[in-house]
């Protein structure tokens, strides 16, 4: 079993930038690939990125690819999500997973039944 909880969430004008941090307890973050979801209020969770257990490989998807930047520190047990130049869009809420293969995290069926752990997600809003 393992606990992930997310942080760094607030409030930031457009355009400004925010590092979301997520860290692991019970076993080392580095058994796991590792990734960011996030829920606008009446819309559906979607992917966000996702980073392989050893950090050599990222997926994001198209509406953040550019902005934001998924990282891993496994000495620290934490995985990030450096985002950059941030729209209104993006206001929701953040939720950091860990489980399965990070390359199928942007498919539906794959996050539904396939991710283990999920943290309770951190607030980010994004102000005009």
């Known amino acids: 079993q393992v606990h992930v909880v997310e942080s760094g969430g607030g409030l930031v004008q457009a355009g400004g930038s925010l590092r979301l941090s997520c860290a692991a307890s019970?076993?080392?973050?580095?058994?796991?690939?590792t990734g960011w979801f996030r829920q606008a209020p009446g819309k559906e969770r979607e992917f966000v990125a996702a980073?392989?257990?050893?950090?050599?490989?990222?997926y994001y998807s198209d509406s953040v690819k550019g902005r934001f930047t998924i990282s891993r520190d496994n000495a620290k047990n934490t995985v990030y999500l450096q985002m950059n130049s941030l729209k209104l869009e993006d206001t929701a809420v953040y939720y950091c997973a860990a489980g399965g293969s990070a390359i199928y995290y942007s498919r539906t069926y794959y996050r539904n039944g396939y991710i283990n752990y999920w943290g309770q997600g951190t607030q980010v809003t994004v102000s005009s």
């Open positions: 980073i392989s257990r050893s950090g050599g490989s990222t």
């Open positions: 019970e076993r080392p973050f580095n058994d796991y690939d």
